[in-house]
């Protein structure tokens, strides 16, 4: 009976037959592996002609008022969806106060932006649109822009079907949330959560075992291994004012609440190790150093090397392969529509 079993063992780990794995199980219990199909947003079905408007609206510099900066100058999507730089850059090269966190997989936030005050893609696309630091434009000159377009009010005609006025601002919104929707990365940590032994190196795996027997998963959890919960930079130990500037609060701007200082959102870490530069300031180029300060600063520990290069070989199980996108034809501009301002 011993052989027959033992033989039957064999024969499915032959035939890669995922065998069990307190490892996984446990993980399973606090990550979940992607989903396999695009993710449904909250009142806007997502449908193939929003996803088409939404990428051209995400390429358009023509919604700044300079037409400079479209989504994609600070969500580049061939360099992990960010910008690689400490704080942005927008409008007349003003840099902007934070660092831009990736599109890649934002919809499966719970809120967006590092304080978390939009509470979704549609509502966070209003946003930069009109900052001043980004785009500098305002709904009314969109709107415009996009109605001088036949081109564009026929696609948002297409992709809002029966609506008058359909190229408004509100359905800009709704058409980069759909087209976001569609920014999800299957890693390598998904094909092993769902049963791919092979997927995760040894080192990632004891990475991982670490990342949840430390504590750093009480707060980086769930899809996107983050992206949900808000807690206190330098929740035991506050980092210096160089990585932690005092002039910006977090979620205290929100809530106005004397204990939200200095809270931010548990960052999301899917492409973790394509968004360098580092934290809401951006100030740290290093994941490894990340990694060290946020052991310190929200766990009071001090990683040993080789601690932290396991973890660091986890955070990289987590780039994913970012979808195929082909680069829209935008509609052409006409004597109507709103020329650039400086
Ligand atoms: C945050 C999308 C334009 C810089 C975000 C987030 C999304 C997003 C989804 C939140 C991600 C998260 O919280 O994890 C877009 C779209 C844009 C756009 C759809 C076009 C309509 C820009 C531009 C810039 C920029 C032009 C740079 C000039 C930033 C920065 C943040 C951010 C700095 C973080 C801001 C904060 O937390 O206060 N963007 N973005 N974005 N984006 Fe953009
Ligand atoms: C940010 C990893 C523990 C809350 C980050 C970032 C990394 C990271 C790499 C930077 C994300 C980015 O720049 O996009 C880790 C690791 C941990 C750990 C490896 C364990 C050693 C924790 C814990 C908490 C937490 C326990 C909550 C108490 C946060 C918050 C941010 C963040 C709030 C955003 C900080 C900011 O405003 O810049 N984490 N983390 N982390 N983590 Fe952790």
Redesign the pocket.
Known sequence: MRHILTALLASAALAGVAQADPLRDSALEIFKPLPSTIPAVKDNPVTPEKIELGKA??FDPR??ASGV???????NLTTGG??NME?????GWQK????????LN?VL?E????????ED?KA??????Q?G???ANTPAVVEATLNSMPAYVNLFQVAFPGEENAANFDN??KA??AF?ATLVTPAPFDAWLNGDDAALSDDAKAGLQLFVDKGCSSCHSGVNVG?HGYYPFGLIEKPGSEILPPGDKGRFAVTETADDEYVF?A??LRNIALTAPYF?SGKVWDLAVAVEIMAESQLGEALKPEETAQIVAFLDSLTGTVPVITLPNLPPETATTPRPTA
Request: hydrophobic letters at 35%.
């Open positions: 609206l995400f919604i700044s900066f479209s989504c994609y100058s600070c969500h960010d910008d704080t942005s850059v927008g409008h902007g106060p934070r660092n831009s966190p990736t599109v934002a936030n809120a967006q932006f590092w304080d978390g005050r939009a893609l966070q696309a209003k946003g930069p649109v900052a630091v980004e785009m800009m919104a980069i949330e976001e992206g959102r960052a999301p809401h």
